[in-house]
């Protein structure tokens, strides 16, 4: 979930002790004729913060907007695969209506952040369509798409994926949708797009970086840099790492890393447990979590952000640990609305590291106004 499942998991639990986001109340801005204005309940972002969609395993239950969430087993039952680069087999999902189908909207494409998958959504997925033809995407390495053998996984690869199946897919301007590290694939992929196939940006508590390298300027992360240096290093011995991997993708340490970034702490149930842990069992999953913890961050969006024109919708949960409004990468994207024509931003209370997830009424409250302004514009 751009979280870090059991990815970044070894690191969390050193960093997340440190880390004391302050609660605070719910404030949308965007930018009118050159000033911020704020709201409590503005044109784009109408959120109730009583609200919330829980589901308990085996029971889908509505939300605010009118959608089920699904069951893990109908979205892999679902899924379908897609060859990229003649070699690799990327699972995603695809789901529309009769009514989505005639909308003058355009497609929707949801990335997921570090550790998840497709089933990560599965609390979005039925209200989204019910307008526009939705589609999902495992990226390589996570979920049910291949995990190859000495892969070395950069945000860059990521990003050049998600081209690829809008150009071999979709083959329509595409609104990106990606929560964290998923939000950074999105926007170098919009970054890099030559051929106008994003139509539109929503990023969901957008990460700094492939990991924690990426954000320095955090005094949290320097105070423990020198720690993470030692975890690259142990991590490249393959004992030591499968060892720590093991530990980490256990049920009950993966369900307290999910209620330590998890604002709702109802969101976390078995489903999400068994959504993170299914794929980190798979062959080539140790490879993987070694590849994006030790490699390079990437490309930073605070040097990307001001080269895109499209309209995006920043989300932000302000209970987040991993990207803390008050952190370096939270403190840019608030402040992109005054300095940016085309970019709004909505902070959600009470809210962790995966809002669509964590509280996806607020979400969907915000995102489909939004949708909507876009699909008519």
Same mark, same amino acid.
């Given at each position: 979930?751009?979280?870090?499942?059991p990815?970044?998991?070894?690191?969390?639990?050193?960093?997340?002790?440190?880390?004391n $986001?302050?609660?605070?109340?719910?404030?949308?801005?965007?930018?009118?004729?050159?000033?911020?204005?704020?709201y409590?309940?503005?044109?784009?972002?109408n959120?109730?913060?009583?609200?919330?969609?829980t589901?308990?395993?085996?029971s889908?239950?509505?939300?605010?907007?009118?959608?089920k969430?699904l069951?893990?087993?109908?979205?892999?039952?679902?899924?379908?695969? +897609?060859?990229?680069?003649?070699?690799?087999? *990327?699972?995603?999902?695809v789901?529309?209506?009769? &009514?989505?189908?005639?909308?003058?909207?355009?497609p929707?494409?949801?990335v997921h952040? =570090?550790?998840?998958s497709?089933?990560? +959504?599965?609390?979005?997925?039925?209200t989204l369509?019910?307008?526009?033809?939705?589609?999902?995407v495992?990226?390589?390495?996570?979920?049910a798409?291949?995990?190859?053998e000495?892969f070395s996984?950069?945000?860059?690869?990521?990003?050049?994926l998600?081209?690829?199946f809008?150009?071999? !897919?979709i083959?329509?301007? $595409?609104?990106?949708?990606?929560?964290?590290v998923?939000?950074?694939?999105?926007v170098i992929?919009?970054?890099?797009?030559s051929?106008?196939? !994003?139509?539109?940006? #929503?990023?969901?508590?957008?990460?700094?970086?492939?990991?924690?390298?990426?954000?320095v300027?955090? +005094?949290?992360?320097?105070?423990?840099? %020198?720690?993470?240096?030692?975890?690259?290093?142990?991590?490249?011995?393959?004992?030591?790492?499968?060892?720590? =991997?093991e530990?980490?993708?256990?049920? &009950? $340490?993966?369900?307290?890393?999910?209620?330590?970034?998890?604002?709702?702490?109802?969101?976390?149930?078995?489903?999400? #447990?068994?959504?993170?842990?299914?794929?980190?069992?798979?062959e080539?999953?140790?490879?993987?979590?070694?590849? *994006?913890?030790?490699?390079? %961050?990437? %490309?930073?969006?605070?040097t990307?952000?001001?080269?895109?024109?499209?309209?995006?919708?920043v989300?932000?949960?302000?209970?987040?640990?991993? $990207?803390?409004? &008050?952190?370096?990468?939270?403190?840019?994207?608030?402040?992109?609305?005054?300095?940016?024509?085309? !970019?709004?931003?909505?902070?959600?209370?009470? !809210?962790?590291?995966?809002?669509?997830?964590?509280?996806p009424?607020l979400v969907?409250?915000?995102?489909?106004? +939004?949708?909507?302004?876009?699909?008519?514009?």
């Amino acid at each position: 979930m751009g979280f870090s499942s059991p990815a970044v998991a070894a690191e969390l639990p050193l960093l997340c002790s440190l880390v004391n $986001t302050k609660r605070e109340s719910f404030l949308c801005q965007r930018r009118k004729h050159g000033h911020v204005s704020y709201y409590k309940k503005p044109i784009f972002c109408n959120i109730k913060s009583n609200i919330t969609a829980t589901a308990t395993t085996g029971s889908p239950s509505s939300s605010s907007c009118g959608g089920k969430v699904l069951e893990i087993k109908e979205i892999e039952e679902r899924c379908r695969k +897609w060859i990229w680069k003649g070699k690799f087999s *990327i699972n995603y999902f695809v789901s529309c209506n009769s &009514d989505s189908q005639s909308s003058p909207g355009p497609p929707l494409l949801l990335v997921h952040g =570090f550790g998840a998958s497709i089933p990560h +959504w599965r609390r979005n997925i039925d209200t989204l369509a019910k307008n526009y033809t939705v589609y999902a995407v495992d990226l390589l390495g996570f979920g049910a798409s291949d995990k190859p053998e000495g892969f070395s996984y950069t945000m860059e690869e990521w990003a050049q994926l998600i081209l690829d199946f809008l150009d071999e !897919v979709i083959q329509k301007p $595409t609104v990106l949708i990606g929560n964290s590290v998923g939000s950074l694939a999105c926007v170098i992929a919009a970054s890099e797009s030559s051929h106008a196939l !994003v139509r539109g940006l #929503v990023l969901l508590n957008c990460a700094g970086g492939m990991n924690n390298k990426a954000i320095v300027d955090d +005094w949290r992360i320097k105070l423990f840099l %020198p720690l993470l240096w030692l975890i690259d290093f142990l991590l490249k011995q393959r004992a030591i790492a499968s060892l720590i =991997f093991e530990r980490v993708k256990e049920r &009950d $340490t993966l369900r307290n890393i999910l209620l330590s970034v998890y604002g709702n702490k109802e969101s976390v149930d078995e489903d999400l #447990v068994e959504i993170i842990r299914g794929p980190a069992c798979d062959e080539g999953a140790l490879d993987a979590f070694v590849s *994006i913890v030790t490699g390079p %961050p990437g %490309p930073n969006p605070v040097t990307l952000m001001p080269g895109l024109s499209i309209p995006i919708l920043v989300l932000w949960g302000d209970q987040d640990p991993f $990207t803390p409004i &008050d952190g370096p990468v939270g403190k840019y994207f608030s402040s992109l609305p005054s300095q940016l024509s085309n !970019v709004s931003l909505c902070m959600l209370e009470g !809210v962790g590291h995966c809002p669509h997830d964590d509280k996806p009424d607020l979400v969907h409250d915000s995102l489909l106004p +939004w949708l909507a302004s876009l699909a008519a514009s």
